[in-house]
Structures are given as structure tokens and as C-alpha cells.
């Protein structure tokens, strides 16, 4: 399993996105950044959910919580996560009626896993245009 400075380096190239442009979008120091690329230091989970959001992946993913079953699907176009809002605007659905059928796994295209008290939501844009049939 790849280790978190690797998942962000692999996301933010994916996203075409610099140290200071994360830095600037998360309201954290460059240098922080610059830590958690070498991997001398990990965020904090508030920050790493900040950082999954504007690299729209999943959190858990990020954080090294889950992995793909099949090291064939690793790659970074099947680990873009869709958004809970943008999914639910593009069904003219509430963000709830999104992470409650993600919970209790009614939707296909995505799933939800519990870190704690809290819920972190992956939507695959590929699998959410199958199903609904509109375009991400």
C-alpha cells in the first residue's frame, strides 16, 4: 500500500496542481506541504479532508485507509472522486439523499466508509455516468 506522501504527490499531479496553489486552497504554510510531499510529517484529518476536497479523492484513500483490490485499478483516473454536492446537484438530489444511499450501499456508484464519528464518501465518475447516465 503507498504510503501518504505518495498518494498526494500522485494526486496533485493528476489535478495539475502545485505546492502553493494546495497551500493557497487549503489555508495552510507551502512549507507544511512541502513536509507532507517528503514525508517528514502527516497532516492532521481535518487537513486531510481538506486536501482530498480540493484534490477531489477519497479521503480514505489519501489517508492510506483503503486500497484498491485490484493493483490494475490504482491507477489515478479511477481514484477521482466525484463530489457528495456535485452528484447531488447533477441528480437534482439533496447532498443527504446522496450520503445516506451511499451509507447503506443503495447506490452503485460509490460507497461510504465511517472513520470514527465521521462518514468520508467516494463517488466514481465513471460508474455515477453508468448509472444515471449523465455526464460528470
Do not use: C, H
Given at each position: 500500500?503507498?504510503?501518504?506522501?505518495?498518494?498526494?504527490?500522485?494526486?496533485?499531479?493528476?489535478?495539475?496542481?502545485?505546492?502553493?496553489?494546495?497551500?493557497a486552497l487549503i489555508g495552510i504554510g507551502k512549507s507544511s506541504i512541502s513536509?507532507?510531499?517528503?514525508?517528514?510529517?502527516?497532516?492532521?484529518?481535518?487537513?486531510?479532508?481538506?486536501?482530498?476536497?480540493?484534490?477531489?479523492?477519497?479521503?480514505?484513500w489519501l489517508s492510506g485507509m483503503i486500497d484498491f483490490a485490484d493493483p490494475l485499478q490504482t491507477e489515478i483516473d479511477e481514484i477521482v472522486n466525484l463530489p457528495v454536492k456535485k452528484a447531488a446537484k447533477l441528480m437534482a438530489k439533496s447532498d443527504q439523499f446522496i450520503r445516506v444511499g451511499l451509507q447503506r450501499?443503495?447506490?452503485?456508484?460509490?460507497?461510504?466508509?465511517?472513520?470514527?464519528?465521521?462518514?468520508?464518501?467516494?463517488?466514481?465518475?465513471?460508474?455515477?455516468?453508468?448509472?444515471?447516465?449523465?455526464?460528470v
Open positions: 500500500m503507498k504510503d501518504f506522501s505518495t498518494r498526494l504527490k500522485q494526486a496533485m499531479e493528476k489535478k495539475g496542481m502545485v505546492q502553493s496553489e494546495l497551500s513536509q507532507y510531499l517528503s514525508g517528514k510529517n502527516e497532516p492532521k484529518q481535518p487537513t486531510v479532508k481538506k486536501m482530498a476536497d480540493v484534490l477531489e479523492v477519497s479521503e480514505a450501499g443503495i447506490l452503485p456508484f460509490g460507497y461510504a466508509v465511517q472513520l470514527s464519528s465521521k462518514w468520508t464518501y467516494f463517488i466514481s465518475p465513471k460508474k455515477f455516468t453508468e448509472f444515471t447516465g449523465i455526464q
